[in-house]
């Protein structure tokens, strides 16, 4: 019912800044509530993000609290994740995430459609 694309992807410099979208189409994309979440090579899906669509409620990972922030724009069917300060341990595929349940939004399972995923690189 809603197909996720994320774009803005690419190589940043450590301590540089960033803004990735996640452009939906489909029905009722106010009705979902939004995630980002990042995989690094190796490693399992992780949460960064989201807002709950009920109450546009936000949370945020401790690692990446104070330096990201997520925010939607529902007439345009787009969600953004703004990144600032970046490290390298941001190195990641960022993935978006749309769900329709109220199970806590950091759970991988509360989203019932995801994108393919951005790559965002940080050096030095």
């Known amino acids: 019912q809603v197909t996720l694309v994320e774009s803005g992807g690419g190589l940043v410099q450590a301590g540089g800044s960033a803004r990735l979208s996640c452009a939906a189409s489909?029905?009722?994309?106010?009705?979902?509530?939004m995630g980002w979440f990042r995989q690094a090579p190796g490693k399992e899906r992780e949460f960064v993000t989201a807002i709950r669509w009920s109450t546009g409620t936000t949370y945020y990972a401790d690692s990446v609290k104070g330096r990201f922030t997520i925010s939607r724009d529902n007439a345009k069917n787009l969600v953004y994740l703004e990144m600032n300060s970046l490290k390298p341990e941001d190195t990641a595929v960022y993935y978006c995430a749309a769900g329709g349940s109220a199970r806590p939004l950091t759970w991988r399972n509360a989203y019932d459609y995801w994108g393919q995923g951005t790559q965002v690189t940080v050096s030095s």
């Open positions: 489909g029905r009722s994309f106010s009705r979902y509530s």
